[in-house]
């Protein structure tokens, strides 16, 4: 007897293993769609963070000195998100060097956690010139922000607060810590390249 064709069992079994094979491509196309994504994103966030961390450290390295009896140029508060959860904000008057800042116009610099996001807004302050729009970064996943400054003189002590507004702090300790990362801080002498 000459057999032409496949049997139904034949034919199911087929199916199966061609489904099987199928199945395990797709998992291991989706797997590395997915690892690309995170890597992407990681590599975002990393980017993202050193931007951030050159503003802050440029801003600071050349905030204003201010006079005694002055204008505010470095507040320091604590505020509350809408979760409750305490975090600082920080208010400065700098002359940065590099972009967005520039270096001749002075600018007011604010920086403040909102939820799970670091925000940090500029404006100039030498009036509202074309070649000066303000501009706003955030940086998500930041889940703490604390600032501690520095005072003058030799007795100076890392503090938690900063109640001379119209004086700058000799140095500045920022804190941001995101989710799954530990946080390293961004501690900056105003004047110096960074302090150790």
């Given at each position: 007897?000459?057999?032409?064709?496949f049997?139904?069992i034949?034919?199911?079994?087929?199916?199966?293993?061609s489904?099987?094979v199928?199945?395990?491509?797709y998992?291991a196309?989706?797997?590395?769609f997915?690892?690309?994504?995170?890597?992407?994103t990681?590599?975002?966030?990393?980017a993202r963070?050193?931007v951030?961390r050159?503003?802050?450290?440029?801003?600071l390295?050349?905030?204003v000195d201010?006079?005694?009896?002055g204008?505010?140029?470095f507040?320091?508060?604590?505020?509350?998100?809408?979760?409750?959860r305490?975090?600082d904000?920080?208010?400065?008057?700098t002359?940065?060097v590099?972009?967005?800042?520039?270096?001749?116009?002075t600018?007011?610099?604010?920086v403040w956690?909102?939820?799970?996001?670091?925000?940090?807004?500029?404006s100039?302050?030498?009036?509202?010139?074309a070649?000066?729009?303000p501009?706003?970064?955030?940086?998500?996943?930041v889940?703490?922000?604390?600032?501690?400054t520095?005072?003058?003189?030799?007795?100076?002590?890392?503090q938690?607060?900063?109640?001379?507004d119209?004086v700058?702090p000799?140095?500045?300790?920022?804190l941001?810590?995101r989710?799954?990362?530990h946080?390293?801080?961004?501690v900056?002498?105003?004047?110096?390249?960074?302090a150790?």
């Amino acid at each position: 007897m000459i057999r032409r064709g496949f049997t139904l069992i034949e034919v199911m079994i087929a199916l199966m293993v061609s489904g099987m094979v199928a199945t395990l491509a797709y998992a291991a196309a989706q797997a590395g769609f997915d690892t690309d994504a995170r890597v992407s994103t990681y590599r975002d966030g990393v980017a993202r963070d050193g931007v951030v961390r050159a503003i802050l450290t440029d801003a600071l390295r050349h905030q204003v000195d201010g006079v005694r009896g002055g204008a505010t140029v470095f507040t320091l508060t604590d505020r509350s998100d809408a979760d409750g959860r305490a975090a600082d904000s920080l208010d400065v008057v700098t002359r940065g060097v590099a972009a967005p800042l520039g270096a001749s116009a002075t600018w007011r610099l604010s920086v403040w956690r909102a939820g799970d996001t670091l925000r940090i807004e500029g404006s100039s302050l030498d009036g509202a010139a074309a070649d000066r729009p303000p501009f706003s970064m955030r940086l998500d996943g930041v889940i703490a922000f604390e600032v501690r400054t520095l005072g003058r003189g030799l007795s100076a002590r890392w503090q938690a607060q900063w109640r001379d507004d119209d004086v700058a702090p000799d140095a500045f300790a920022l804190l941001f810590a995101r989710r799954d990362e530990h946080p390293e801080p961004l501690v900056v002498r105003r004047g110096l390249e960074r302090a150790p």
